[in-house]
Each structure stands twice: as C-alpha cells, then as structure tokens.
C-alpha cells in the first residue's frame, strides 16, 4: 500500500506541468532573506556601538565528491544549477506530494490515534520534499547536475549566504533550495545568526 502511494505521487509530481518553486515560495524567499539581513545589520550596529570585534565568518566547505545529503542551488562557476532552473520555472509536484503525504498520515492516524497527529504532519511534509523532489527532477538528477553538497542544511545556508548572497539571482537560488529541503526555509536565519556570532 505505502509502496503503491509514493509511485502515485511520483508519477504525477513528474507530469509536464508539475512544479517546485513558484511566486509565493519567491516572496517568502525574499520575506526570510530581508528579515535575515536585518538582524545583521542590528547586529552589526550594536557590535560597533560597543566596540565589539565582530569577526569575518567562513563558509564551510563543499565536501568532496558530491557525497553529503544537501546540494547547493550554484554550480563551481557562481551560476544557477539545472535542478534549481527546474525548480523555478515550475510547483504543483510539491502540491500533489503534499496532499498523497497528508493522505497517507491521515490513514496512519486511524490505526495509530495517540500519535496520529505528529505522523500526520511527517507525512505531509515527507510527501512536499518527495513532490518538489520529483518536480526537479528526481534525487539523482539534482547530485548530478550539482557541484558541491553538505552534511547540513545549516551549512548549505551558511556557505550560500556568504558565498552568494549579493547575487541578483540569491533569491531565486532561495526558494529554490526552500522547495527541495523544507527545513531550509526554519534553519536559515538561526544558521546565518550562528555563523555571525548574533544572538
């Protein structure tokens, strides 16, 4: 049954209008990012108020051969990835992967009442990662057109944030990382914070 579920939302995320990103996942790419860059400058200005050194973070590095579990949206030369065009120029994959997750742990909540409500949610967000997952292209798509990856999604954010966060296109990049790894969008700000030292 839970096999014949995920080939279901598989095969619609993959129909031609199937998408991963759209203007609303743009917004609030846009909405984090701002808030982000005003904590820092609150940051920033309370440091030099008090004379405090504020040291340059580092970005943490690509790891080696492609192996970690999260892809960064650019490729070594600073452009977009294939999988992070994709991403945008589609987002009903996420949608659809969204609604079969919800299904799914609507029925887990049947036969599990106590804890039917937490495997609900997981569902539903496992089945937005598969659809968007899906919408760009499948897991082996995105590690191969992709240049660098990380064991976290704190470190993806950190390496994006300093490596490319003055680009026209970060936003972009954004919602598209947002869109394949949901827990971008709640670990970015906390994970750009650390990097700097603010609390």
């Not at 005003?38 to 943490?60: D, E, M, R, Y």
């Not at 994709?86 to 009903?92: G, M, P, R, V, Y």
């Not at 993806?156 to 990382?177: E, Q």
Request: charged share 20%; glycine share 10%; proline share 5%.
């Amino acid at each position: 049954m839970k096999s014949r579920l995920l080939a279901s939302v598989l095969a619609l995320a993959l129909l031609p209008c199937a998408r991963a990103a759209d203007a609303a996942d743009l917004a609030r790419a846009q909405i984090v990012f701002a808030k982000v860059m005003n904590s820092l400058q609150q940051f920033q200005k309370v440091a030099g108020a008090t004379g405090a050194a504020t040291p340059a973070p580092i970005a943490p590095a690509p790891l080696p051969g492609k192996t970690g579990k999260y892809f960064a949206p650019y490729d070594s030369n600073g452009q977009l990835t294939e999988w992070a065009s994709k991403a945008l120029s589609a987002n009903i994959g996420a949608a659809i992967g969204s609604k079969a997750g919800e299904k799914a742990g609507t029925m887990a909540a049947s036969k599990i009442p106590l804890a039917g409500g937490f495997l609900a949610m997981g569902a539903k967000k496992k089945g937005k990662e598969l659809g968007a997952m899906a919408a760009v292209g499948g897991a082996d798509f995105v590690k191969k057109s992709s240049d660098a990856s990380f064991n976290s999604v704190q470190d993806l954010a950190v390496h994006m944030h300093l490596n490319h966060a003055g680009k026209a296109d970060y936003i972009k990049a954004f919602a598209a990382a947002m869109a394949i790894y949901p827990d971008f969008e709640k670990t970015y700000e906390q994970a750009i914070k650390q990097a700097y030292g603010a609390r």
